[in-house]
């Protein structure tokens, strides 16, 4: 005799048992059934999404088994519904610890992610760093480079292949140029200043003075 589970109809399937036959399901076109604890063992999903979808399904298939249950009296067909609805309820739980399994991990990525994230912004920090203290060390370079061209050409040295003769290139060439015009640039300023000072100093001295006297005038 079969008996049909009553909630199983909403669920696009029918759960049906047989006095002397193992459980059979009567399928709706398009409905996939739930997986078989064997199918499961040897299911390796890792998309939370259809984990779940397998626990509503095994869920929905362990409620119509305890109604089973219920709908028949003792004997064969009820022990096996019963062996039927605990290893259903133990797939249940297998798939709850998959689905922990699986969120775990991805909150792990997450984290592993977002310390990726850091460790290369570090990273880019560490090196803007590194670029800008080699930035500033070759501007130091630059203008001893200048202040040792500009002295050497005070010193009788005319070209630049004279000041470094083994260098060779064109950027070479043009930077030595620019190095010299500018020192040179910078010791006429210097001098500039020097004398301008020394001009300041004088007309200081001479304002000085002329108050001192314009006072020794005003006195008597």
């Known amino acids: 005799m079969l ?3 009553n909630c199983a109809s909403s669920n696009k399937h029918s759960l049906q048992c047989q006095d002397d036959q193992e459980i ?3 399928e709706n076109p398009g409905y996939v059934p739930p ?4 199918e499961l063992e040897n299911w390796e999903c890792e998309d939370r999404p259809r984990i779940e979808e397998e626990m509503e399904k095994q869920n929905k298939l362990l409620k119509c088994l305890h109604e089973q249950i219920q709908a028949v009296p003792d004997g064969d067909v009820k022990k096996l519904l019963e062996e039927r609805a605990w ?9 709850r610890r998959r689905r922990r399994s699986v969120a775990e ?3 792990n990525e997450e984290n592993a992610e977002s310390e990726s994230i850091r460790g290369l912004m570090l990273e880019e920090k560490q090196l803007l760093a590194v670029q800008t203290n080699l930035l500033e060390e070759i501007a130091v370079e630059k203008k001893q480079v200048a202040e040792l061209c500009w002295s050497l050409v005070k010193l009788g040295y005319q070209t630049t292949e004279e000041v470094f003769p083994k260098i060779e290139g064109d950027s070479w060439e043009s930077f030595l140029a620019d190095a010299l015009l500018e020192e040179a640039a910078r010791s006429t300023l210097i001098e500039e200043l020097a004398r301008l000072k020394s001009e300041c100093a004088v007309l200081r ?3 000085e003075l002329a108050q001192y006297d314009q006072n020794q005038v005003t006195r008597f």
């Open 3 to 5: 008996r049909n589970c």
């Open 105 to 107: 991990p991805t909150k």
């Open 87 to 95: 290893s259903v309820q133990q797939t249940v739980t297998a798939l």
């Open 24 to 26: 059979v399901w009567i």
């Open 35 to 38: 997986k078989s604890g064997h």
């Open 205 to 207: 001295a001479n304002l």
